[in-house]
């Protein structure tokens, strides 16, 4: 039974306990894996499986039609309630368009989840929230478009904002599988 005039956010409750539980992934991939190098491509191969699965939720939820070019895309991963403000509650700021259209930045002034988050010294190497790089590269996919997706700035490793660059690399064809017309 609750206390009267004692109200709970949900949605604080439930950001805190996906942190927490982020958190304790990856700690027990520490353990596992002993090596951060290990632990970074782990994370990032978890991230592509979940974008890939995640995409067809973010177009139900949202009704996005297709995106005609690299630009439109990037305003569909950050503006309103599309990408990150649905999924983490935050908004990035796109940056740093390359001279070619083909390269942008996704800067973060807060990261949800690296909220209860110190790396020791021996994981200075980890890339944290590598899972996020993965999720944008899985998603990106089911839509036909190859990109790479790092981290150049980390608020863990005492940047002033963490910062994910997205690289276009190729649209990617409707394939038939072989033997199937």
Request: some cysteine.
């Amino acid at each position: 039974m609750s206390r009267p005039g004692t109200r709970l956010d949900a949605k604080k409750v439930n950001s805190e306990l996906f942190t927490l539980t982020y958190g304790a992934l990856v700690s027990q991939l520490m353990r596992d894996y002993e090596n951060v190098e290990d632990v970074n491509k782990q994370l990032e191969r978890m991230g592509y499986n979940i974008g890939v699965r995640l995409i067809e939720d973010f177009l139900a939820k949202t009704g996005s039609g297709r995106c005609y070019d690299f630009r439109d895309t990037a305003e569909k991963i950050q503006v309103g309630m599309t990408g990150f403000r649905l999924y983490l509650g935050v908004t990035p700021t796109i940056t740093n368009w390359s001279s070619a259209g083909d390269e942008f930045s996704l800067q973060f002034e807060s990261n949800p989840l690296t909220e209860f988050v110190e790396l020791p010294d021996h994981c200075l190497g980890l890339k944290y929230c590598n899972i996020l790089t993965g999720v944008l590269r899985g998603a990106l996919e089911m839509v036909q478009m190859d990109v790479t997706s790092v981290f150049v700035q980390d608020i863990l490793k005492g940047d002033s904002c963490t910062e994910l660059r997205i690289k276009f690399i190729k649209r990617l064809e409707d394939a038939i599988p072989a033997g199937e017309d």
